[in-house]
């Protein structure tokens, strides 16, 4: 196992479009272990090879307070959507910023696991939320983009300060 590094925006490659897994194999697999033990170490919630610099469509997310339910989502795809909540997030890649993103409040979500099977998970609340999160990161979207042009400009600038400060 090992935990990966964990790209910080405003870094071009987290703007990579991931592409689909065609076959998942034992590398998948050894991904996405990697993967969860970087989101558990974080901590987070979620995380998208995308943040890791693998630029494939696989998810992982753990909501649960115990780190014991891990949701592995490859090739997902949002096929219903309903509703729509206002939720104050973060992002792993943009650490000390928070604000709110207008989502899907419900969601249906179709995906393969990590044995290549297929489901369909129907979401609301965080989970509906940390999902469209990750989904936007396979498409090279970060939560921040959502926001005008003054207050990413605020954001960005608070990042560069706070990188400078640990320099
Ligand atoms: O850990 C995370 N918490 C979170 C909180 C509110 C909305 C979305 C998230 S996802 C985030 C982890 C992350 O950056 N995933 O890409
Ligand atoms: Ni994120």
């Given amino acids: 196992m090992a935990i990966l590094k964990i790209l910080q925006y405003p870094d071009d490659r987290l703007h990579t479009v991931a592409v689909?897994?065609?076959?998942?194999?034992?590398?998948?697999?050894l991904l996405?272990?990697?993967?969860?033990?970087?989101?558990?170490?974080?901590?987070g919630i979620g995380l998208a090879a995308t943040q890791v610099d693998v630029h494939e469509r696989i998810i992982v997310i753990d909501i649960s307070e115990e780190h014991n339910q891990l949701l592995v989502l490859i090739?997902?795809?949002?096929?219903?959507?309903?509703?729509?909540?206002?939720y104050e997030e973060g992002c792993l890649s943009v650490p000390g910023i928070y604000g709110k993103v207008r989502r899907a409040e419900?969601?249906?979500?179709?995906?393969?696991?990590?044995?290549?099977?297929?489901?369909?998970?129907d979401a609301q609340g965080l989970l509906a939320v940390?999902?469209?999160?990750?989904?936007d990161h396979l498409v090279g979207k970060v939560f921040v983009e959502y926001w005008s042009a003054l207050k990413?400009?605020?954001?960005?600038?608070?990042?560069?300060?706070?990188?400078?400060?640990?320099?």
């Fill in 152 to 167: 990413q400009a605020r954001a960005l600038a608070k990042l560069k300060k706070k990188q400078r400060s640990i320099m």
């Fill in 20 to 29: 689909p897994v065609a076959k998942v194999t034992d590398k998948t697999r």
């Fill in 130 to 135: 940390c999902i469209q999160h990750e989904m």
């Fill in 32 to 43: 996405i272990k990697d993967m969860a033990e970087t989101m558990y170490a974080a901590p």
């Fill in 75 to 86: 090739n997902p795809e949002i096929v219903a959507n309903s509703g729509q909540s206002d």
């Fill in 106 to 121: 419900s969601i249906t979500v179709q995906a393969i696991d990590a044995d290549g099977k297929s489901f369909v998970l």
